[in-house]
Structure formats: C-alpha cells, structure tokens
C-alpha cells in the first residue's frame, strides 16, 4: 500500500530536550516536505526536500532540522524543543510532475 | 503575494442538508493548482480533489462536487444531502512551486 508513514504519532517532552520524528515513503517520490498545523494559522511549510541530499527553508524553519540521506526518509530534528514547537506535525511527500502532496498520518507534539 | 481565504470558520448543517464550502485565492501565476483536502476527527488528510488552472468544468464525486471559477478566484466545494460522517476540517490549498498555500480551514459539524 502506497503511503507515509511516520513516527511517533504522539510525543510529549520538555523544553530543550532533542527530538527526532521520521517519515517514510514508500512511492519513490522525489520531494518530501514537512508542514505544521496550529489553530487559526492552517498548514505552513517547515522545511522542503527535492531529492537526496537537497533540502530548503519553508515558511517557518527556525527551530527545525531536518536531513535527506535517503530517497524514503526525511526526519525532523528538534534540537532544543521550546513551548511555542507544540503543534501537529505533518510530512508529506509528491513524485516528480507530479502535483498532488500526500500526507502522513501526523504527529501530534506537546513541550512542556 | 500567494494566498488562499476560508472565510467560514465553522459551519453546522443538519444531516441531508446541503451544505457549500467556500474558497478564495490569489496568485499571480497563470498556471496553478487547487486542491480540497479533508481533516476528520483523527487528525489525518485525506486528499480529495485537484483541480488546475486551465481546467474550469465543475466535477461531481458522488455527493461532492467543486466549482471552479477563475472569473472569481473561487474554488468552492458542496456537499449534498450532508452525512454524519463528513463532520470535519476541511482545508483549501493552492500550490506554489514547491509548497502548498492552505486556507485556514472550515470547520464542518454535521448533526443527526
């Protein structure tokens, strides 16, 4: 089954403590993105990845991560989690001249 | 700049109503795409429809159906004969290169 996957679903942690959520796909899509939900606000883009090893800036990177060693994986990286990093998070990934996104399940993260 | 306008917050509908979502976006690209993505109870996104720029037919899926209209910059989405089950977020989105631009979402409660 075509899909994203991506782990874990639902974090809890506290301020400044490194995290780390993955995301897999299993299309062989060439971009990948990851995107943060928050009340009000809709979907933003964090960061943005066309193939393995090239990676961008979205909308709101500043506290993110993220690498793309390989063409399935692209992990975010919180190093020093803060309050105001609670959100869901959302990777999402699209195959070359392709231009629909598909979403992964979610993470939900709370930083206490 | 690129922006996508969901002015219903929320909207409450008695199962059987029709119900019609709204969607205004602004882009200065000729060639763009439109998409509706659906947010249940569970938090995921489940795509539902894309739509590009040179193509303005309105399509029906069933009970759902989009009308598409460049004259206006709308994209909008009805949803007849309301069910239960499509009590949820609904978000517009419009692709800029290499992100989506979402609306803020609107909130559908579908009572019995």
């Known amino acids: 089954e075509a899909q994203v996957t991506q782990n874990p679903r639902y974090l809890i942690t506290v301020t400044g403590k490194k995290l780390t959520v993955t995301c897999s796909q299993n299309?062989?899509?060439?971009?990948m993105s990851w995107y943060r939900q928050d009340p009000g606000l809709g979907l933003r883009q964090i960061y943005y990845s066309m193939n393995v090893e090239v990676t961008d800036k979205g909308d709101v990177p500043e506290g993110y991560k993220v690498s793309r060693k390989e063409k399935r994986n692209f992990p975010l990286i919180l190093e020093s989690p803060s309050p105001n990093q609670t959100s869901l998070y959302f990777c999402?990934?699209?195959?070359?001249?392709?231009?629909?996104?598909?979403f992964g399940p979610g993470t939900r993260l709370l930083v206490l | 700049a690129q922006k996508v306008t969901q002015a219903q917050t929320e909207i409450s509908v008695v199962e059987k109503e029709d119900v019609t979502l709204d969607c205004v976006y602004e882009?200065?690209?000729?060639?763009?795409?439109l998409f509706w993505y659906k947010q249940p109870p569970s938090g995921e996104l489940v795509f539902l429809i894309r739509r590009n720029s040179f193509d303005e037919q309105n399509e029906i899926s069933g009970r759902y159906s989009w009308n598409f209209q460049k004259s206006t910059s709308s994209f909008n989405f009805t949803i007849t004969a309301s069910q239960v089950v499509d009590s949820a977020v609904y978000f517009c989105a419009l692709s800029e290169g290499r992100k989506l631009i979402f609306g803020t979402g609107t909130r559908l409660q579908v009572f019995p």
């Open positions: 299309m062989n899509h060439e971009y």
């Open positions: 999402a990934s699209r195959g070359a001249g392709q231009e629909t996104q598909y």
């Open positions: 882009t200065r690209d000729t060639t763009y795409y």
